[in-house]
Structures are given as C-alpha cells and as structure tokens.
C-alpha cells in the first residue's frame, strides 16, 4: 500500500463521494476509482460501500481511516523534519510547458503529486523553452519542461521525452514523395522550413538547422515568426500551399485539414528531446515526486522513446 493510495481512500472516506475527493486531488474521478479499487484488491476486503447518494465506510474501512490518518501525520511530521519544509500547508508548483508537449507526460505526474500533496495546486503555465529557462532562473518556475537541457550547474535535468519527428506536407506532394517508409529528408530540399524562431529554442533550433542544411535545405531566419501562432498560421497555411514543409511528431494534435498529410522521414534523422528542468539546490518534496513521477513515465513501455531503425 502506498502513501498515494491511502490519501485517496482518506479523501474518499471523509468527503463521502468521489467527485467531491476527485475536486480535491485534482484527479479524475475514474483515476480515482481505479486507485481505490485496486487497494481494495491488494487488501482482500471491501472499503466502501457504494450507492447513489455517494459512498459509506465499510468496518474494515473505518479500521483503516483511523489508522491511515495516523500513519499520513506521522509522514508529513518526519519529512518536515527531515526536509526543514513544512509539508501541510498550501503551495503551488509552478511548472512551465512548450508548445506540442505529448499527451502522456504530464497525467501520472499530475495524479501522483495530487494523491502524494492534495494541499499543492500545480500551475502549468505554456512557454518556450528559452522563456521557461529565463523563468526558472528568476525564481518564477519550479520546474521547466524545455526542449534544451541548460548547460553549467545549478541545475538538475530529466529527459522525459524523444519523439521522432515527421513531415506535414500538402497532400499532393505526400502522394508524389512518400515511399513505403514515408519520405527522405533530402526531398524536401526545394520546400521552405516552416520552422520556428531561434529565440524560442536556440539550441533545438541551431540542431534541426544543422540537420536540415546537411540534407541540401536552406534554413532562413525567422526571427520574427515564433510565439503561439505558429501551428495556425505558419505551419498549416505554409503548407497548405505546396511550397513549404513542416516537422511534427506522430500523433500531433493539431487539427490537420484534408490538404495536409502528415508523414514519417525515414531514418528518423530529427528527435525532439523534453527535458525536465528545475533548480539543483530545490528540497521540495512535492517537486521530488511530481519528477519521480515523469521518470517512471519516460522508463515505462508506453513512455516516449524513438523506434528502433
């Protein structure tokens, strides 16, 4: 039984109902069913006893309500102890995203930091990368999840996620270029790279540029194309039109209008890499788990990792 387990059955038990215990973890409600569940499953015996007007504690789920309220007290006490930080209070975490994150990073982090410290609320603010760096070292983010890992101490640094990166193209070119193994990157050489500012991710940017050029692609400055409009406005009308080619990963969740295809490049010459960022001094606990918790996501057999060529 784990201290993320027991907050949820405690909650449950005290709000009588799990969407009230749902609003207070800041977690589904089926996540939060499911958790239970399954702690019913380790202990062999029936919690609590469901019904349309909410939940009732079972016998053997007041037994553990009283001695589960215990046992979280005397864990908050010893890490506070042994941390320095009081752990009951309120608290935000503030963690910064970049645009196009995938889908499955964040959920585990966010339900385990919510079971772990219902008394945190995270903050999840969308930036670039060098936005969220520059944050971060002004103490105005907790954690960064960025496309650069920052060089020099001071920091320590997780990679949560690779993708392999592929094409959005106009769908006639797609049904003119792409092979069984989807398209070459040197055929894309008379397109334009509807690509991102340098400002936004220097050093993502100057990789992608290097690995473009080596493929016969001019690489133009677009120093004034970056921010939130980018999807909308320059990578789907650009597109659109034939003359221009985009990058974006399997599954990419923009909405891809009938006239763009997406395609894989062969080889997976380009792999985006999201690292976890956040100050190396930090002794926050609830941070420490909100990061063990991106690190089991990143190691598990769904996380986010190229194919094998």
Not at 123 to 128: G, K, L, P, R, V
Request: charged content about 20%.
């Amino acid at each position: 039984m784990e201290i993320r387990e027991l907050r949820a059955f405690t909650a449950v038990a005290e709000d009588g109902s799990f969407s009230a215990a749902a609003r207070r973890l800041h977690v589904s409600q089926s996540a939060l069913s499911q958790t239970i569940r399954s702690l019913e499953r380790q202990l062999g015996v029936r919690l609590l006893e469901r019904h349309s007007a909410g939940v009732t504690v079972t016998d053997p789920g007041e037994v553990l309500l009283r001695e589960g309220r215990a046992l979280l007290a005397q864990h908050d006490r010893i890490l506070a102890a042994v941390t320095g930080q009081a752990v009951a209070g309120p608290a935000t975490l503030r963690v910064g995203v970049p645009l196009e994150l995938p889908g499955g990073v964040l959920p585990r982090a966010l339900t385990d930091l919510a079971a772990a410290f219902p008394q945190t609320r995270a903050e999840i603010s969308h930036a670039s990368s060098a936005a969220q760096l520059a944050a971060l070292e002004a103490g105005d983010l907790d954690l960064a999840l960025a496309r650069e890992c920052p060089p020099g101490p001071g920091y320590d640094a997780l990679l949560v996620a690779e993708e392999p990166l592929g094409v959005l193209l106009s769908a006639g070119l797609a049904a003119e270029r792409a092979g069984r193994g989807g398209v070459w990157l040197h055929q894309l050489a008379d397109l334009e790279w509807a690509g991102f500012s340098p400002a936004e991710s220097p050093a993502w940017h100057d990789q992608v540029a290097g690995t473009l050029r080596s493929h016969g692609i001019d690489v133009r400055d677009r120093a004034g194309q970056g921010g939130q409009g980018l999807i909308a406005e320059v990578k789907l009308a650009a597109v659109g039109t034939g003359q221009a080619f985009a990058l974006a990963p399997p599954g990419w969740a923009g909405t891809i209008p009938d006239a763009v295809t997406w395609c894989p490049l062969v080889g997976n010459p380009l792999i985006r890499r999201t690292w976890a960022v956040w100050p190396d001094d930090s002794r926050r606990r609830d941070l420490a788990v909100f990061v063990a918790a991106l690190d089991i996501t990143a190691a598990s057999p769904g996380g986010f990792h190229p194919p094998a060529p």
